[in-house]
């Protein structure tokens, strides 16, 4: 099954300043990259996604990319605020190869970010 | 628009005791699913239900069944818990139908097995 493996697993930055995080899958055949933030105590929420025809996206502050021959993709936030303080995942889907397989994500181990004021 | 319910919100539960944690959605989403966070392995899909009637098995479904009578319900049962069942589960709903459709999550049961 896939893979996905995500680095680092936390990180302090200064408000104002850019945050990346990086994720590698292992399923060549993955096609859909999605981003998810979680804040304290709740459930994760969608930021931002990618699909596997498209190199980046941007919206906002977020932007994610996509090395499909590298199999890896990153978020970077730009001009960091406090409120940005969350664990955020990546995650991935499988092509669908098997229709009865579903919209199944694999998530990677997540990390802590933690902007300064 | 209440989303996705959990219920209970944390619960402590002796070992080998049967425990039920229900999930409600009120979207009309045909795809739901039930994760476990713990730390430092991200979330971890346990089961999943593609639309009312079927289940199937994610990366972690031993010690865990499910049922979908409905379409609003997806409860996960622990049939004898045990402490490595100690976990953040969180159940979630989507559309279903493509590959590309939004993960809606619910706020959590947190889950003790002493």
């Known amino acids: 099954g896939e893979n996905v493996e995500q680095h680092p697993s936390t990180l302090s930055v200064q408000e104002g300043d850019s945050a990346v995080i990086k994720c590698t899958y292992s399923?060549?055949?993955?096609?859909?990259f999605p981003w998810y933030k979680q804040e304290l105590g709740k459930g994760p929420q969608l930021i931002i996604d990618?699909?596997?025809?498209?190199g980046e996206k941007k919206d906002q502050r977020i932007a994610v990319t996509l090395n499909k021959t590298a199999k890896h993709f990153s978020l970077h936030i730009t001009e960091t605020q406090p409120e940005d303080s969350a664990v955020y995942f990546c995650?991935?889907?499988?092509?669908?190869?098997?229709?009865?397989?579903?919209?199944?994500?694999?998530f990677g181990g997540g990390t802590r970010v933690l902007v300064k004021p | 628009i209440a989303g996705i319910t959990q219920a209970p919100t944390s619960q402590i539960l002796a070992a080998g005791r049967r425990m039920t944690l229900r999930c409600t959605q009120d979207?009309?989403?045909?795809?739901m699913y039930w994760y476990r966070q713990d730390l430092g392995l991200g979330l971890r899909l346990i089961h999943y239900?593609?639309?009312?009637?079927?289940?199937g098995k994610g990366e972690v479904p031993d010690g865990y069944s499910v049922s979908r009578a409905n379409t609003d319900d997806f409860p996960l049962t622990l049939a004898s818990a045990v402490p490595s069942q100690t976990s953040v589960y969180f159940c979630?709903?989507?559309?279903?139908?493509?590959?590309?459709?939004?993960?809606?999550f619910g706020p959590g049961t947190r889950l003790t097995v002493l």
């Open positions: 995650a991935s889907r499988e092509g669908f190869r098997i229709k009865a397989a579903g919209n199944k994500l694999t």
């Open positions: 399923d060549s055949a993955s096609n859909y």
């Open positions: 990618i699909r596997s025809n498209v």
């Open positions: 979207m009309r989403h045909n795809a």
């Open positions: 239900s593609n639309t009312a009637g079927t289940t």
């Open positions: 979630a709903s989507s559309e279903g139908g493509t590959d590309y459709n939004e993960q809606f």
